[in-house]
């Protein structure tokens, strides 16, 4: 059974980076599949920020591209995100997830952060 | 970008009762189409994929039809766990993936 955990910091001053781990269990992230990160807003919708397919391809929303990494460690089977130049608008609850060609599935149970000074 | 369009927002029904909830693209996705529902304070549950595929362990209750542009969820008989907000998701053209903004599925 394929799992996801978020973690990193809950808290980010505006213009900050955002730095958020995805640890995962039960499959390897260099297995064939895309890894990727949502967010949503407090109250609003489902927003895809990019994702990753082991070794070397990434791909991003282009309205968060400039701003966006998103790297893989194999040696820890983890999956990271970083957002630069936060602002009160990042503030959502960010999932990890694994994305097939046809689904996303199964998701991380989201970590909230929140963008603040 | 895809943009997909969800309708209603807000749909109020009862227990027992069929839900029809749409979601329009605004160019073909073909069949790559996928819906979630998700409750308060959890991440969404994939529903269908491919457009009419239900996911591992979703009830029959639950179905998909549409291809193109116009796609349907439809809960045949609604059980008091279905009320939630459902998603749909295209992949058809990306990135980006794109969402629908939701649909709130509310009792009556």
């Known amino acids: 059974q394929v799992q996801l955990q978020e973690s990193g910091p809950g808290l980010v001053k505006p213009s900050e980076t955002l730095s958020l781990t995805c640890a995962v269990s039960?499959?390897?992230?260099?297995?064939?599949?895309?890894w990727g990160w949502i967010r949503q807003p407090p109250g609003k919708g489902l927003e895809w920020i990019g994702n990753?397919?082991?070794?070397?391809?990434?791909f991003y929303n282009p309205s968060l591209k400039s701003r966006v990494t998103i790297s893989a460690d194999t040696s820890k089977n983890q999956l990271s995100l970083k957002l630069t130049s936060v602002t009160a608008a990042d503030t959502a609850v960010y999932y990890c997830?694994?994305?097939?060609?046809?689904?996303?599935?199964?998701w991380g149970q989201g970590t909230l952060v929140t963008v603040s000074s | 970008e895809i943009v997909l369009t969800q309708s209603p927002a807000t749909l109020s029904l009862s227990p027992g009762e069929r839900a029809t909830l749409s979601c329009r693209a605004s160019q073909s996705v073909g069949s790559y189409l996928a819906w979630y529902q998700q409750k308060p304070g959890q991440a969404p549950r994939l529903l269908i994929y491919d457009a009419s595929n239900r996911a591992t362990g979703i009830p029959a209750r639950f179905s998909g039809r549409g291809s193109g542009t116009d796609f349907t969820l439809t809960i045949s008989s609604l059980e008091p766990e279905d009320f939630a907000v459902y998603y749909c998701?295209?992949?058809?053209?990306?990135?980006?993936?794109?969402f629908g903004q939701g649909t709130r599925l509310e009792i009556k």
């Open positions: 990753l397919y082991h070794p070397g391809s990434t």
């Open positions: 039960g499959s390897s992230i260099s297995s064939g599949f895309y």
């Open positions: 997830a694994r994305d097939s060609d046809i689904l996303t599935d199964p």
């Open positions: 998701q295209q992949r058809s053209n990306w990135p980006p993936i794109t």
